[in-house]
């Protein structure tokens, strides 16, 4: 099963065209913006490195969330135009269960994944060690500021992924550190095929937000000011 996967909504683009296991062709790099601008074009190019067109995919994966609300809809637009365009089912992955599979121990041990919110506070979902969601974590995460940990009780044993886990560590909470901060393309691709090997399109094809936007309409209203 090949599937076209991308990831826009964190500090880097990851795009990947994965066959089964097995990466046949992918590109991760860091960046801050520019993530709309530079998406279509890499998956352009990473299908051209597979020597694979859109068409020979079954199937088109994007994240869904948490993460920048702009990268969230620019890689849900680019993916909705993409399935529509080849007529292939679109797969919405959580970031925190592509990241849990990027740990390479998904279904083996405890995972802690630990999102920067860029807002002085992260976005922490817990599996344990069969790869459910642990008990008492809400399927759509945890939204807590940096120094109001004191009182979660964390999985037994559990290792902590994400760019949030220095935050995470930096107040002594007994996570063992897996060292991976970014999420490549590959894992949601992973996620993926589990969601349609067990016969469902994974989450809704739009975005998870565990925060509301930080933009506020202007005082005026918006009116032109007369100089």
């Known amino acids: 099963m090949i599937i076209l996967a991308f990831d826009t909504a964190g500090p880097a683009l990851s795009v990947a065209v994965v066959d089964g296991r097995r990466v046949l062709s992918g590109l991760h ?17 990473v299908l051209q490195a597979a020597k694979l067109r859109l068409q020979d995919c079954a199937a088109i994966a994007t994240t869904v969330g948490p993460g920048s609300f702009t990268g969230l809809r620019t890689g849900l637009a680019a993916a909705q135009g993409l399935s529509l365009g080849a007529d292939k089912p679109l797969v919405g992955v959580s970031r925190f269960e592509a990241f849990a599979e990027a740990s390479g121990e998904f279904g083996q041990a405890a995972i802690v994944v630990a999102m920067d919110s860029k ?8 599996f344990g060690p069969d790869g459910t ?21 964390w999985p037994q044993n559990a290792q902590v992924i994400g760019n949030g886990a220095p935050a995470l560590l930096a107040h002594d909470i007994p996570l063992l550190d897996t060292g991976r901060r970014q999420l490549p393309a590959a894992a949601v691709a992973a996620c993926a095929r589990l969601a349609l090997a067990a016969g469902h399109k994974g989450l809704p094809a739009q975005p998870l937000y565990l925060a509301p936007p930080r933009a506020i309409a202007p005082k005026d209203g918006g009116r032109l000011r007369a100089r």
């Open 29 to 45: 790099c860091p960046l801050v913006r520019g993530h709309a601008e530079l998406l279509l074009p890499a998956v352009a190019g």
């Open 119 to 126: 807002a002085r506070s992260l976005y922490v979902q817990a």
């Open 133 to 153: 969601i642990a008990d008492g974590w809400p399927a759509e995460g945890l939204n807590r500021a940096a120094d109001g940990f004191g009182d979660i009780r």
